[in-house]
């Protein structure tokens, strides 16, 4: 009897020691890289293969950056830019300093022998630069498209358009619209098709965004096609004609002209508004900002500044409108309603382009900086970039820009902002920050650009 209960005693020892180590298996898991298992030797372990070293070819802007580079490793090189040699392989971050300059820090994936260019901001600078894309001759305007995948820069000293990649920055192709190349460009609502003015033509290009092919030319029975505007069910195209005064209104349906309505002297830019019923018209001649009842086609000037106001914008819901008065080198703010605007801000030489974050609070404008002897001679001074916030006109950030910056555009998004430096032949990439960082940056480098921008 005695017997018999030491065997059972001892026969579930054994088994309660065997389902403890199972638990234990269970819980630990299958053992890993290098050590033994419960139930095996360390050899038989599997091992992983370590990454591969590839090369790194780093260049900053400006050179001369100490440069911190940690491996897929985890092991650190220190050298200063531009710097050429091995790194091993897998997520690696690189962080760059330099005196004057904010500090920068990005990763990336080695996978592969790869060239890295990489910007360098001022220091104070709110906004950073991603990159630069060299374009055909005398970029004047540029837009992305509504998905925020392309650049569309218009050329005037090429025979149109280019386009490029905004992610890759690479250039994806062009659309040759001939010698005269192109003064503006607009999406429609649908994305699918651009809209493209000539300068010293009676029409404008609907071209296919996909294939990049002139789809139909648009006769707009007036002169000097230059301002663009889709309507906002996306049926009409208002069409600002520079030297015959007045304004085509084109069915996009049909591609046919319905009507020309007068409006003032030498229009530039054109904004309608929400609910259809009115346009908007900056008139460069004398300052005048014309407001055009689409239902009679009657205008009334609301606002004048015997400047020389060229773009007129608002904000999404169309509340607040602003114009750009290259005349009085100011930005000014507008009742939607109608009323008569009030300067809501100084800005730099020659105000050309405007565009709104996409929350309305920050105003963005491009001056083309001092004049040369002409349109095509650098004149003394750089041109520019200024973020005001969009209420009070307060400056939040500045950029320094290069001969001529012209054409500006802020993405769908409201995270990235281009624009060209129309002698220079380029575009300028940035990231925008966040609007409260903005808004609580202390105005960034506005002040230290003062000093920068003569020549």
Do not use: C
């Not at 760059?96 to 990005?106: E, I, M, W």
């Not at 908007?280 to 609301?302: K, N, P, S, W």
């Not at 209420?391 to 500045?398: N, R, V, Y």
């Not at 902002?417 to 105005?443: H, I, K, M, N, S």
């Amino acid at each position: 009897m005695r017997l018999r209960w030491w065997v059972g005693s001892t026969v579930l020892a054994v088994l309660g020691a065997v389902a403890v180590m199972a638990v234990a298996v269970l819980l630990v898991g299958p053992p890993g890289p290098g050590l033994p298992g419960i139930f095996g030797s360390a050899g038989q372990s599997s091992a992983t293969t370590p990454p591969a070293p590839h090369q790194l070819a780093l260049t900053s802007h400006p050179a001369g950056a100490t440069a911190r580079i940690t491996g897929g490793d985890g092991k650190v090189i220190t050298a200063e830019t531009p710097y050429d040699g091995d790194v091993t392989g897998g997520r690696i971050t690189i962080e760059l300093t330099r005196a004057g300059s904010n500090p920068l820090r990005t990763e990336l994936d080695l996978d592969a022998d790869r060239e890295v260019q990489l910007w360098l901001d001022p220091e104070g600078s709110l906004h950073h630069k991603l990159g630069e894309l060299k374009t055909e001759a005398a970029p004047n305007s540029i837009a992305f498209s509504p998905d925020g995948r392309e650049l569309w820069v218009s050329l005037l000293g090429a025979p149109g358009i280019e386009v490029f990649d905004t992610a890759t920055q690479q250039r994806l192709g062009s659309v040759d619209l001939g010698e005269r190349g192109a003064v503006e460009a607009v999406f429609s609502k649908d994305g699918t098709t651009v809209y493209a003015s000539q300068i010293g033509r009676a029409a404008v290009y609907a071209i296919d965004r996909e294939t990049r092919k002139v789809r139909r030319t648009i006769q707009t029975g007036g002169a000097g096609a230059r301002g663009l505007a889709v309507s906002p069910d996306g049926g009409t195209l208002f069409v600002a004609n520079w030297e015959s005064d007045d304004i085509s209104q084109v069915d996009l349906a049909s591609g046919r002209l319905a009507r020309r309505i007068p409006t003032v002297g030498r229009p530039r830019g054109v904004y309608p508004s929400p609910d259809g019923k009115r346009l908007f018209v900056a008139g460069y001649r004398r300052g005048q900002l014309d407001v055009i009842d689409l239902a009679t086609g009657e205008g009334a000037v609301v606002t004048r500044t015997d400047g020389a106001f060229r773009e007129v914008l608002a904000d999404r819901a169309g509340a607040r409108l602003y114009a750009l008065d290259e005349g009085t080198d100011s930005a000014w703010i507008l009742d939607a309603a109608g009323g008569r605007g009030r300067r809501l801000a100084a800005t730099d030489t020659r105000p050309t382009t405007a565009d709104l974050s996409p929350d309305g609070r920050v105003l963005y404008v491009a001056s083309k900086g001092e004049a040369g002897s002409s349109e095509d001679e650098p004149g003394p001074e750089w041109g520019s970039v200024l973020a005001l916030d969009a209420s009070t006109g307060k400056p939040l950030d500045a950029i320094v820009g290069g001969d001529q910056t012209a054409g500006l555009d802020v993405s769908p998004d409201g995270k990235r902002l281009a624009f060209t430096d129309f002698l220079d032949d380029r575009v300028q990439l940035y990231e925008v920050p966040a609007t409260d960082r903005l808004l609580t940056g202390g105005g960034g480098r506005y002040r230290a650009s003062r000093l920068e921008i003569a020549k």
